[in-house]
């Protein structure tokens, strides 16, 4: 049994390796992204400058952080400083809700029994804690969260005082209405299975993967998580070649790294995240000979949401983005009927395996 400030000292301990874990992610996600597309377009940059384009990933970086920051003259300063700063630390609060900590308390317990040293760290992670308290919790807090960064980013887009971030806005909004619903009912789809537990539905996966018992539920979830996090074909909100970039056109140097690198990369971690554990089965996996369950486990999450990330690029190297209306019309007509479908679907194997 371990006592209460020991387990507040591993749950905070948890979150911290949750925001590193992450963080290392977005650097995989963001490399990988530009290795492989560097690759499609036969870019020689990000594929071969500076040992396989690696240390240009760096030098960009150190570019951005040298340049001034300035703002515009018309927007009020407070909310063009702070803004940004509120909306990547709302988008942080689902590191602690959805199970990354639990995946790398799994990965350091895993290192230590290497070295043998044997110590239960995963079952304290703040997450599992949180599902514990209250199951469901962590999906129901990164709905909430979407549903707080909507107006935010109209609001920060609005401040701007300029047409092209007015338009992004406008976008943002119309995209995130319009997939959102789908969104959730394809996630009541996957709850009539396994429940709203990010731990439950992982344990329900043991025999099967839920996107093997439902296809068109993982095809509706893959369709409107990539649109809420803004990815192309679903980039309208910011698409260089109508709107220069939308929301987030006035902002530049450090500003653009925590907009862009920070705030959409970490919405499509989220999105890798929740397709790895509502369809992928999460971190079971077959087990590696000679490595621990729980290291196991971390690489197999690990490896599965590199994986999504990667069918992400190779939708955008495929994809030519739509018109607006377009993408409307996807979303209202057919991706709902979809949703909808799919919740049918579910309520059938549900039936079926009960029986």
Known sequence: MIGGELLIIIALVSVLLAFGYAGLLDLVTIYMERKMWGKIMQRYGPTHVGYAGLLQLIADFLKYLSKELFAPRRPNKLFYYGLPLLLIAIISIPLVLI??????LSGLEGLLKLAGINVNLSDYAASKLL?????????????????????????LSWNQANKYGALGAFRTVLLLVTYEVPFLIAIAAVAALGGLSFYGVVDFQKSA????????????????????????????PEAEQEIVHGWNVEYGAGEFILLYGLYL?????????????????????????????????AIWFTVKMVAVFALFI???????????DQILELGWTKILALSIVALFISLIVKSVWLA
Request: aromatic share 10%; net charge negative; hydrophobic share 55%.
């Open 265 to 297: 990369y970490t919405k499509a971690l989220y999105a890798d995240a929740l397709i790895t554990l509502f369809l992928l089965g999460g971190w079971l996996g077959p087990a590696l000979p000679g490595l621990p369950v729980e290291l196991t486990n």
């Open 131 to 155: 599902d514990e308290l209250a199951p469901g919790v962590g999906l129901l807090g990164y709905v909430a969260v979407v549903a707080v960064t909507m107006p935010l980013m109209y609001m």
């Open 99 to 104: 199970p990354l900590d639990y995946v790398a």
């Open 209 to 236: 993967w839920l996107a093997l018992l439902n296809p068109i539920a993982a095809l509706v979830l893959f369709i409107t998580l990539l649109a809420e996090s803004e990815r192309p074909p679903f980039d309208h």
């Open 314 to 324: 190779l939708v955008r190297a495929a994809l030519a983005r739509p018109r607006v």
